[in-house]
């Protein structure tokens, strides 16, 4: 009779996911008892290091591969690493159960893209800027529009997650509007005079109820 499969999670960061990674895998595995050969008994006793099933459990390390692309709930067989079959039968499969670990700054969007909350200067926005954005593969410049808003999300194309058939999703970046905590006598100054040349009414822009 063929082996049971047997099962086990693995914790992956997204970046890991994303490009595929090595890892060493330690579980817990029945094998045959050593001291009575697989048979329960030694003589005509019960073995008593199995207490006569046979199999005792030990830890196993392997190495595994995984491909780049997988997603949060993906199954990784490894054939042959389960559990031993009976009488003679063959050794069941190894499923890994992938699971992603939260991460710090993207958040996975649908199934291929990851989206980022960035935070910009009130001037930045209105202007407009070229500012560093974190991708999972390092930093890029992105231009911002003049006139960009806070809550607006902007794409960054092929910047998100590997498909494992080849391609890549999308990053979104979502723009946050962050003012001074704290404002210099210039800075108070400036902003001053702005209100003051200004015609710019943010409350005109709310619906009418």
Same mark, same amino acid.
């Given at each position: 009779?063929?082996?049971?499969?047997?099962?086990?999670?693995?914790?992956?960061?997204?970046?890991?996911?994303?490009?595929?990674?090595?890892?060493?895998?330690?579980?817990?595995a029945?094998?045959?008892?050593?001291?009575?050969?697989?048979?329960?008994?030694?003589?005509?006793?019960?073995?008593?290091?199995? !207490? $006569?099933?046979?199999?005792? %459990?030990?830890?196993?390390s392997?190495?595994? =591969?995984?491909?780049? +692309?997988?997603?949060?709930?993906?199954?990784?067989?490894?054939?042959?690493?389960?559990?031993p079959?009976?009488?003679?039968?063959?050794?069941?499969?190894?499923?890994?159960?992938?699971?992603?670990?939260?991460?710090?700054?993207?958040?996975?969007?649908?199934?291929?893209?990851?989206?980022?909350?960035?935070?910009?200067?009130?001037?930045?926005?209105?202007?407009?800027?070229?500012?560093?954005?974190?991708?999972?593969?390092?930093?890029?410049?992105?231009?911002?529009?003049?006139?960009? !808003? $806070?809550?607006?999300?902007? %794409?960054?194309?092929?910047?998100?997650?590997? =498909?494992?058939?080849? +391609?890549r999703?999308?990053?979104?970046?979502?723009?946050?509007?962050?003012?001074?905590?704290?404002?210099?006598?210039?800075?108070?100054?400036?902003?001053?005079?702005?209100?003051?040349?200004?015609?710019?009414?943010?409350?005109?822009?709310?619906p009418?109820?």
């Amino acid at each position: 009779m063929r082996g049971q499969d047997a099962e086990a999670e693995i914790g992956l960061t997204l970046e890991e996911a994303h490009r595929g990674v090595k890892r060493n895998v330690t579980l817990q595995a029945m094998e045959a008892c050593n001291d009575c050969h697989g048979t329960g008994y030694r003589g005509n006793d019960v073995c008593p290091t199995c !207490q $006569g099933s046979g199999f005792v %459990r030990r830890p196993k390390s392997l190495e595994v =591969r995984i491909p780049a +692309g997988v997603r949060n709930g993906s199954i990784i067989r490894l054939a042959g690493q389960g559990e031993p079959g009976i009488n003679g039968g063959p050794v069941g499969d190894l499923l890994l159960y992938v699971q992603i670990q939260p991460h710090r700054l993207f958040h996975v969007v649908g199934e291929n893209d990851v989206e980022i909350e960035m935070a910009m200067t009130p001037w930045e926005a209105a202007l407009g800027a070229s500012i560093p954005v974190p991708t999972l593969d390092g930093p890029v410049q992105m231009k911002i529009p003049a006139g960009a !808003q $806070g809550g607006q999300r902007l %794409r960054l194309r092929a910047r998100g997650l590997n =498909r494992r058939g080849g +391609g890549r999703g999308d990053e979104y970046v979502k723009l946050k509007i962050v003012n001074p905590p704290k404002l210099s006598p210039q800075e108070k100054e400036l902003f001053e005079k702005l209100a003051a040349e200004s015609r710019f009414n943010a409350r005109d822009l709310m619906p009418e109820g």
